[in-house]
């Protein structure tokens, strides 16, 4: 078992690191319910909350486990929970609620091949529900896409200070591949001490020494639901302005920018390299963000770059929000492989030198 | 002069609109009560339901949440974990507790989590017009069942107090009844015990309430008190189904 201590250097595997990530940024309370393929997740959090004197909670449901993290977040704590797909399917009621209550939470979905039950191979087929809200209402859900041991460490904290930045759930998605995957992984900053961490302030706690607080997410009153849902749509447009992260690899002088995320992008970041070494100018756009969508620089890159290649572990979700950002001014290609399946360099090389039919 | 009677301070100065002859208001006011006779309302944090009580979150002066349908249990649980020195309580409904939050509150006393349920049973779904609860009497009629509850075609009305002292962890189950002064009385001091409980860190305790709807159940509050005691108490017993505090003894 990997402990980690600070300012330690540590191979390991992406789930543990996240764990590791989730206690460094002071967060002390876990509720889940365990499904593959992210069960080191709680297994891990069980021996690591127990250590470190914090909340675990081997929940009935996935429905139980949103809930006590709507309970814990309300009452100003730093709370999360992991799950994968279908069960994070059943939180999206908790999931509303959490961002009608305007209040911070961490889910993590390692996501696996679906609909329904689907496999427990690993998948991106959430992004539209990681994306477009998940559940009932008008909201969006922070959502942060890792692609390594060392994103699944850093992802925690950033996760949890945009979602009290903004009082908005946070959502980090993941698949098997890199919850498995052994990296080396920095603490790259001191660990926070829960006890340190402001109490929020509308959070319950007693009422001594104030007024009464309540959290809820309903309005019956006439016109006041429509005006916070106003509101709010003006806290998401000043995210999807702030927020926006992606990182760039040799897109300057690219005639043709993959877009890719998560595992897809540690195939594509190969992809590029041997792209690169044929002669072939191939960039590599990785969105960080998938919401808010690192639009802007994809409108700005589609000023001069002819051809988009969209590869994406589903049938072709993330495309909408590529066409979107670039306003169809270039052609956009699709490589999927859904239902579990993961593009491999080579497939992916080979689509990148028929859309270049051959030209260097 | 001095004040004999008023508003406890557990209570807002809001109005209540529950239909007359409800029992949700009687209830309120023993908690409210209680919250200052206990000195833990400063304290204290509530779980509000869905259902016609939805607006508790308005009612009790003090930390309030209400969650998703049937959730409270969970909520709470979430609640007193990272705030062992709140004292939480969670009221609900019994299309809450015992329809769609059967598993939450099932687990919850499992755990002996250490909070306090207010269950409120008046055998119908009240705030969405009058229909078939889990806690539907046999032959009680209801919107959905408009000749009356068939056993055969509806099942059976859930007992809860019976169905959680099954359970090795619920510390303290009672069914009381808000029908007679004598029972209010009753009420309060299981209410009372509840809140102790917690206070005491003792663990799980639910107090269920046979409570008036005489609205639902297309009677008058005089018919609905009456209806109880005749009829109701009679398929839902009222009395102690654990305590653990005489066990232990």
């Not at chain 1, 306003?327 to 270049?356: M, N």
């Not at chain 2, 949440?65 to 974990?81: D, F, L, N, W």
């Amino acid at each position: 078992m990997n402990k980690a201590n600070k300012a330690e250097k540590k191979l390991m595997y992406g789930n543990h690191a996240l764990v590791e990530g989730v206690i460094h940024a002071g967060c002390r309370f876990f509720a889940g319910y365990p499904i593959t393929p992210q069960n080191e997740i709680p297994e891990f959090m069980s021996i690591r909350m127990n250590e470190e004197g914090g909340v675990f909670v081997q929940t009935e449901s996935e429905i139980a486990a949103i809930n006590m993290l709507f309970g814990a977040a309300a009452a100003g704590k730093r709370a999360m929970t992991s799950s994968s797909s279908p069960g994070i399917s059943l939180m999206q009621e908790g999931i509303s609620y959490i961002a009608g209550a305007d209040l911070p939470v961490l889910v993590v979905n390692v996501i696996r091949g679906g609909p329904g039950l689907g496999n427990i191979a690993p998948a991106q087929s959430d992004y539209y529900q990681a994306t477009r809200g998940g559940g009932h209402g008008d909201y969006f859900t922070i959502t942060l896409a890792p692609y390594s041991a060392q994103d699944l460490f850093e992802f925690p904290r950033l996760a949890f200070e945009l979602a009290e930045k903004y009082r908005n759930p946070a959502l980090i998605v993941a698949d098997g591949i890199l919850g498995q995957m052994m990296e080396p992984v920095e603490f790259s900053y001191e660990p926070i001490d829960p006890e340190s961490l402001p109490e929020p302030e509308w959070a319950l706690s007693g009422c001594k020494g104030r007024e009464r607080r309540v959290v809820r997410s309903y309005d019956l009153r006439p016109g006041k639901l429509e005006a916070l849902n106003h509101q709010r749509t003006k806290k998401y447009e000043e995210i999807k302005k702030k927020e926006q992260r992606f990182d760039a690899l040799e897109c300057d002088d690219a005639d043709i920018v993959i877009v890719a995320y998560g595992t897809c992008a540690r195939v594509c970041s190969a992809v590029i390299k041997m792209a690169r070494s044929k002669g072939y100018k191939v960039g590599l756009l990785r969105p960080i963000t998938l919401w808010p969508f690192p639009a802007d620089v994809l409108a700005d890159l589609s000023k001069k770059v002819e051809h988009f290649l969209v590869v994406e572990m589903n049938c072709g979700q993330m495309i909408d929000d590529v066409k979107l950002a670039t306003e169809c001014r270039s052609k956009i290609s699709f490589h999927g492989r859904p239902g579990g399946g993961v593009p491999t360099p080579p497939e992916v090389l080979e689509k990148v030198e028929a859309i270049l039919g051959g030209e260097k | 002069m001095k004040k004999l009677f008023g508003r406890p301070e557990g209570l807002t100065s809001t109005l209540l609109r529950y239909c007359p002859g409800c029992g949700h208001g009687i209830v309120h006011r023993i908690i409210g009560e209680l919250l200052v006779e206990l000195n833990i309302r400063e304290r204290a944090i509530g779980i509000a339901p869905v259902g016609c009580s939805v607006f508790a979150d308005e009612y009790f002066n003090c930390d309030m949440i209400q969650p998703p349908h049937g959730r409270g249990p969970a909520v709470s649980t979430g609640i007193k974990r990272v705030r062992p020195d709140c004292i939480v309580f969670s009221y609900q409904g019994d299309g809450d507790l015992a329809a769609i939050g059967t598993a939450e509150i099932i687990h919850a006393g499992a755990r002996n989590e250490n909070i306090t349920i207010v269950f409120i049973n008046n055998a119908i779904f009240g705030m969405t017009g009058g229909q078939l609860a889990p806690t539907t009497l046999p032959g009680m009629k209801s919107t959905t069942s408009v000749n009356g509850r068939d056993v055969k075609k509806q099942g059976y009305p859930m007992k809860v107090c019976e169905l959680l002292a099954a359970l090795d962890g619920p510390y303290y189950l009672e069914r009381c009844a808000v029908d007679t002064p004598k029972n209010v009385i009753k009420t309060k001091k299981a209410l009372k015990r509840a809140f102790k409980n917690q206070m005491d860190n003792k663990g799980f305790s639910l107090i269920e309430i046979l409570s008036m709807c005489p609205t639902g159940w297309g009677q008058t509050p005089v018919q609905a008190k009456k209806w109880i005691g005749e009829v109701m108490a009679q398929y839902y017993p009222l009395g102690v189904y654990r305590d653990r505090a005489k066990e232990e003894k």
